[in-house]
């Protein structure tokens, strides 16, 4: 069921008829969601509005907390200060601006960080998409995709969630990071055109966006659900694949049930598994059905030539009955789906063999996250058998270690943020990067881009498990932000559409997304080994591969690392394995692929080779596939 809030200001985005609903639901679970005049809140951005508790009482009405309890109607209070606060018009000058003083003060805050230690951010440039959703390719290019935008001013709902009809649109693009950063390094590459069953008979580019996305074995990227349009947030029943090697999309036949913020996971069987998302009835419908694609009895697409067209999907005996949508999926290296709900208690154990459910023990934080990222941490040769889960609340700094079927509180980053994204690098270390204070918003109330700048500060976690803050990105991004690790071992960061339109310096231009590079701090230790040739085709699990190098002497290490698909803080693929290097001989290497499926799910990955010190070379592609 959809609940407007009583302002009726904000209207469109599902996310804050989220938020709304969630504290409702769950007001005493004080957390993610719970009051930010809570003890320790962090109230101010120490730039632009500053919320005093002083306000926030006054501002609060006893209706609400009657109707809605505490926690809700403080959150309704704070909304409706952040919104008097920024109901004006937002010209071209004031973006201007503000990309003016987001430049500048990244330039001063990161002088002081030494990139051998810290890395360092180098490019910015103008992107033709929101990148809500992303995609590293195994051509090396990067897929992006996102809607049709139906606001120019950043202090309103940019997405159609709640349009019906064409303007409810997606889109996408490709970049070619081979070609630049120039216009001409983007190519568009529409979704299909369906027609929608919303009753308009108005085709359009299929509105895939806050769907669900992970890999199939033959290097392609299916895409399952986005928005029919209407109750903040409906889902679709759709379901695309996009060819990587030919550029295309093609349709699937359609899920059963609608899918608004799915998760998606592929198995070790190279099956996407399909969890949660809010049903076609509208916000607030979660769907319990698990899917599978393709259904089984049908074959699983290992050859890149082929791509699947009009295929079935299936359902499972098991449900998945999430209360809160995009769960953290992973298939871990005993060949089961690990699923971690954002609410405390909703962990749970899937097995493909029997499509069965187990439950977990509950999180030890024991409130609700609201998004956050969670990272399969590498296990060796072995494959991922933990994960560590990040963020998703901003009062909270700890993460939270799942690992032997127990729960462990571990190292604490500097803050809490939300909307964070954690990547694992080739050395096996992690950097978060991204971050915010709520859903569209930066610390100083919804829907407005004023941001706490402390939330652009990206955060390292070495070998040992400690984290320290690194330099800052020049946009602060939360809400519908990404990250990939390219092959050249730098790391992309784009995403958020709110703060890309009130940053971008002409939004007449057609570009409204923008795109920073980051190159961590192994690309400032010295030269790099160097990977000249891997075996052409599919390699088989437990064989040994031959693989050439031109600097034999400084590989000391050989890894794989998955291509990353991500949106809203999700990210199924990500996965670092090492693999054993067994013979050298001059220029050659012997390597052994992972030991099964279980341990790395057929599909594409990306083949490093490290010196001692952890730095990579660039990397070059190899699939692995059962019985190649
Ligand atoms: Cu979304």
Known sequence: ??????????????????????????????????????????????????????????????????AFGPAAAQSMARDRIGLRAVQTDYPQTTRTARLKALTESQATANAGFDPAEFGRFTDYFSSPDFAAHIALLPTGKVLLFSFESVEENPQKEPAPTDVIGRQNAGRAYLWDPAAGTGLDAFKAVPPPVVDMPDGTNEPRPAPFFCAGHSYLPNGMVGVFGGNLGGNGGTGAKLA???????????????????????????????????MSGQSELGWGTPTPVVERFPAAGTPVSYDPRRAPDGVAVDRWKTDAPYRMDYPHLFS????????????????????????????????????????????????GTAGPDSVLVLGGNRNDRNTYLFSGGKWTTSTPRAFGRTQDDTLILPNGNLFTVNGSYDIRDYG?????????????????????????????????????????????????????????????????????????????????????PVLTRV??????????????????????????????????????????????????????L???????????????????LLDAKGVPSVAKW???APGA
């Open 240 to 274: 695309l694949i996009f060819d990587p090697w030919t550029e295309t999309w093609h349709r699937q036949q359609d899920m059963s049930v609608g899918r608004w913020y799915p998760t998606v996971v592929t198995g070790a069987d190279g099956r996407q598994v399909i």
């Open 1 to 66: 069921m959809s609940r407007r809030r009583p302002t009726g200001k904000l209207a469109a985005c599902a996310a804050v008829l989220a938020l709304a609903t969630s504290a409702v639901l769950t007001a005493p679970l004080v957390s993610a969601t719970a009051s930010p005049a809570a003890p320790g809140a962090e109230q101010s951005g120490g730039h632009g509005l500053r919320i005093t508790e002083a306000q926030l009482r006054s501002e609060t009405r006893p209706d609400e907390v009657r």
């Open 535 to 588: 075996p052409a085709g599919p390699v088989g699990y437990d064989a040994g591969i031959t693989v050439r190098t031109s600097t034999p002497s400084q590989v000391s290490r050989a890894v794989l690392v998955a291509p990353i698909t991500s949106t809203h803080a999700v990210d199924t693929s990500q996965r670092h394995l090492d693999l054993r290097i067994t013979g050298r001989s001059g220029g050659n």
């Open 622 to 624: 190899v699939q692995l």
């Open 444 to 528: 100083n109330g919804p829907y407005n881009p004023n941001a706490d700048l402390k939330y652009r500060q990206t955060e390292l976690r070495d070998a040992d498990g400690h984290w320290r803050l690194g330099p800052v990105q020049r946009l602060p991004r939360g809400y519908h932000s990404n990250a990939v690790i390219l092959p050249d071992g730098r790391i992309m960061v784009t995403g958020d559409e709110l703060q890309q339109i009130a940053n971008n310096p002409d939004i007449k231009s057609g570009l409204n997304g923008t795109i920073e590079i980051y190159e961590p701090p192994y690309l400032h230790q010295g030269p790099r």
């Open 332 to 379: 871990l290296n005993d060949g089961k789906i690990y699923g971690f709900g954002r609410d405390a208690d909703q962990q749970w154990v899937f097995d493909p063999a029997d499509e069965s459910r187990k439950q977990l023990p509950d999180r030890p934080d024991g409130g609700l996250r609201n998004y956050g990222s969670a990272v399969e941490l590498p296990n």
């Open 590 to 608: 012997v390597l052994r692929t992972p030991p099964s499926a279980n341990a790395a799910p057929p599909g594409f990955y990306m083949l490093f």
